[in-house]
């Protein structure tokens, strides 16, 4: 190759290192104005795993999420569980956050960036406190506004410290209990649901029933003695009433009468198979509902053959056939597993249709 080659290709391969560099530098620069802090909490990467509890307070209330073995939930609800996904993106968004530019050091203007203590009147933070088991501090900060021009950020400062910052990333904390929480307790809308037996405790008694699937009113099968029948639009609320229901609190149902005598009980049975029984009472000036939820095949209507009438017996072989209400048998598994053992406050509109 000629020499003026090989300059040429020296040249060339300089330009792009330094164009490369140039580029790193600005995007830095972007990332990191002037007068970054680092990692507001230096080393909590490495100890992400050491998080046993998320201390959160919005100046009306402290709660706490906590780790009991593999699980997360919300110590004052019972160690109700709560989604991890949360409890994820809240640890980390602590351990990475980058402190951007530095701020007002002005306690009073702490407020304008919602950056006053929690109990502040006007102007308040969240605090978030991330601690070990042995109940350690690995992390302790205030968080303030949110600034979404440039990328989701926010203003944070450390507790007891008047230096306020520029943070990077947006830590969506959590400022109730229910905020980590997956409050729809139920997704079964009214089409599915086939036939409602509604109990109260003085010894009423109604059914309602849809004759056919395609029908999308109830009618009644049965109604106490000198009742007054419910116009159409009431009777198919009820049917609807557990489309993505949802709680307004939460205790253990150990905690609560649920005594047949007091309690009033709505049964659902849904065209496939789906059986969901809700009792419900008031205490402390709430509405409270229990959940029994399980499959029962026998209440399936056979629409369709199913897929193990499908099976060609003089086919060679004994392969496995799938279960054809997988889908609602695991549907019900689930509502169970998440509702037993549980109370739930509802709003009054979905009580008014349970009952």
């Known amino acids: 190759m000629k020499r003026n080659s090989l300059i040429g290709l020296a040249i060339a391969a300089a330009v792009v290192v330094v164009l490369a560099v140039m580029v790193a530098q600005q995007r830095t620069s972007e990332t990191k104005p002037a007068g970054g802090g680092g990692l507001m909490f230096e080393g909590l990467i490495g100890k992400v795993n050491s998080v046993a509890s998320i201390e959160v307070n919005n100046g009306d209330e402290v709660f706490t999420i906590t780790r009991k073995a593999q699980s997360w939930g919300v110590a004052e609800k019972s160690d109700y569980p709560v989604q991890f996904d949360l409890v994820k993106k809240t640890i980390m968004g602590v351990a990475e956050l980058e402190l951007i530019a530095a701020k007002t050091k002005d306690p009073d203007r702490h407020g304008a960036l919602l950056l006053n203590t929690p109990e502040a009147e006007e102007g308040g933070s969240i605090g978030l406190v991330l601690a070990d088991d042995t109940g350690a501090t690995l992390a302790s900060l ?59 405790p003085d010894g009423d008694h109604a059914v309602l029933e849809r004759m056919e699937q395609s029908d999308f009113d109830f009618t009644y099968m049965e109604i106490p003695d000198g009742m007054r029948a419910l116009a159409p639009s009431k009777l198919n609320s009820v049917g609807g009433a557990l489309a993505f229901l949802s709680m307004k609190d939460v205790r253990l149902a150990s905690d609560m009468n649920f005594d047949p005598t007091d309690a009033s009980v709505t049964r659902f049975e849904t065209w496939d198979g789906v059986v969901v029984t809700v009792s419900t009472i008031e205490a402390d000036e709430k509405k409270w509902a229990r959940f029994e939820v399980e499959f029962d095949e026998s209440l399936v209507l056979e629409t369709v053959p199913s897929a193990a009438s499908d099976v060609d017996e003089s086919a060679e072989g004994t392969e496995e056939v799938e ?8 549907e019900a598994g689930t509502i169970s597993t998440r509702t037993r053992g549980w109370a739930y406050a509802l709003d009054d509109h979905k009580m008014d249709q349970l009952r």
């Not at 279960?323 to 695991?330: F, I, K, Q, S």
């Open 142 to 200: 205030l968080v303030g506004k949110t600034v979404r021009a440039g990328g989701e950020r926010r203003y944070v400062r450390r507790r007891n410290e008047d230096q306020t910052w520029l943070g990077s990333g947006g830590i969506d904390v959590g400022k109730t209990p229910l905020d980590w929480i997956e409050i729809i307790l139920t997704q079964i809308r009214h089409d599915r649901v086939r036939k409602i037996t509604l109990s109260h």
């Open 323 to 330: 279960d054809p209400h997988a889908v609602a048998r695991e």
